[in-house]
């Protein structure tokens, strides 16, 4: 059974810090891995996917990276601003699952301080 | 576009009533998902549509839980009858077709409380 961690829960940065979070999945086998934003009271937004062929995605200041072998995903923000507080969640969709069915990690709370 | 359109935003409801949760689909989105969102549950697929087509109702957690696509645009999960470990915030998302697919956009979700 395809289990997904986030690791730190929590975590507070000055401005201007660059950051990472880290994610791990017990399945090698996924077809691909997002990673998702939430704010307090609102939805998921879509940040970032990666297909399992692919190593990383860029995009502005996020940069998501993918090792599939060894189960590991990796969001990196660079020069943090106060607005990039939220919880940031990552899922797996299993390669072999036909449903679309996306495994959530229980997310990391970031707190950018000014 | 307004987005995927979830309502009410916030329900309170007594252990035993019936709760309709509702989801508009962003126009020319052919896939809806709902999730429940929990504390101590994480993030849970419910159930998956494909063009108004329930293809997985693995995570409905019992009969008490029904969802239907009345047409393409709509959606609701029905609770009947609600119970306290239902409490919990429901969102429904959706995606386009074709490769598309894998990219969700979610509502705001509701709040669901049951007392």
């Known amino acids: 059974k395809q289990e997904v961690t986030q690791i730190p829960a929590a975590l507070s940065v000055p401005e201007g810090e660059n950051l990472v979070l880290n994610c791990s999945f017990t399945d090698s086998a996924i077809y691909n891995l997002q990673w998702f934003r939430q704010d307090p009271g609102k939805g998921l937004t879509s940040l970032l996917l990666i297909q399992s062929s692919q190593r990383e995605q860029t995009s502005g200041r996020l940069n998501a990276s993918l090792d599939k072998s060894s189960g590991r995903s990796t969001l990196y923000i660079a020069a943090s601003q106060p607005g990039d507080s939220a919880t940031y969640l990552c899922a797996v969709r299993p390669q072999m699952d036909s449903s679309y069915k996306l495994i959530f990690g229980s997310g990391t709370r970031l707190l950018v301080r000014p | 576009d307004a987005g995927v359109i979830q309502s009410p935003r916030h329900e309170v409801t007594e252990m035993g009533q019936e709760v309709t949760l509702r989801c508009k689909l962003i126009?020319?989105?052919?896939?809806l998902f709902w999730y429940r969102q929990t504390m101590m549950r994480g993030l849970e697929l419910l159930i998956y549509?494909?063009?108004?087509?329930?293809?997985?109702d693995s995570g409905m957690p019992e009969d008490r839980f029904s969802a239907k696509m009345p047409n393409a645009s709509f959606s609701t999960l029905k609770i009947q009858p609600s119970e306290p470990r239902d409490s919990a915030v429901y969102f429904c998302?959706?995606?386009?077709?074709?490769?598309?697919?894998?990219?969700?956009?979610f509502g705001s979700g509701t709040q669901l409380s049951v007392l």
């Open positions: 998302a959706s995606s386009p077709p074709g490769q598309g697919r894998e990219k969700l956009f």
């Open positions: 549509f494909n063009n108004n087509v329930p293809i997985d």
């Open positions: 126009s020319g989105h052919n896939s």
